[in-house]
């Protein structure tokens, strides 16, 4: 679905590349996150990708065909969810979702199943400017879906939500998948690309670090260790056993008959951690 090859480029007057010799695929059914701290170059990545920015260097082919050879219609098959939501505030969530149906050939889901899909059923009527930032976030979410895209890139799709509006939109993303759509995640947020993506690309200081499905980096930057708490006169205890020999280790069977017993956990970095680890940046830092 998506193929870039060396992919780079500088914003205008600078000096300093944004995206510096990036490569990397993404294919069809797959949620792919792009992770990394603000200023990494994800956002900038993303715009290349659905043709806000021009003038990049290096080979990129969507659908099948060079980004440079796309008209119009590029936009009929691809949708997008921008981080900040951007609405026509004087008009209604209705409105807005009726003028933007506009500019397509096609539509596949009617103003009114979008805002019940996300529960703004009950403001459609009302102007988007009365709207909370968790309101506005949803609408520009089912936005992207109006003409049922085969490719969906979306910017922190759950950027000011609360977790149960969050969950919601995650289920709705997990829905899209399951119906064959390809997903370009583009978040800082490390809970939801391991609980979403299929594969996460690092991204710091305009490059890429590493690439690979969240269960195989945490895997490969883990230890093969076995963590279990048990509750001793009032005081959480902790032990650590190495996996090999387990079902010999007289203290870990102790440990897991107690019958105080408070938890079992493998001892597998979390992929925050993994992305520390990897590129020495923290995620709340400004590349």
Known sequence: MISVNNLSYSYPKSNVEAVRNITF??????????????GAGKSTTQKLLIKLLQGYKGE??????????????????????????????KLTGEENLKLFASFYPTIAHKPAELLRMVELEGHAKKP???????????????RALMHDPQLLFLDEPTSGLDPGYARMIKDIIFDLKKRGKTIFLTTHNMHDADELCDRVAFMVDGELKLIGSPRELKLQNGQRRVRVETRVEEKLVTQEFEFSGLDQNIDFLKSIGNPNLQSIHSCEESLEEVFLRTTGKSLKANG
């Open 128 to 142: 988007v400017e009365s709207y909370s930032k968790g309101m506005k976030m949803r609408l520009n979410f089912v």
């Open 60 to 89: 990129v082919n969507v659908l099948n065909r060079p980004l440079g050879n796309w008209s119009g219609d590029y936009f009929a098959n691809i949708g997008v969810g921008f981080e900040l939501p951007n609405h026509y505030l």
């Open 25 to 38: 695929d993404v294919h069809q059914g797959e949620i792919f996150g792009f992770l990394g701290p603000s």
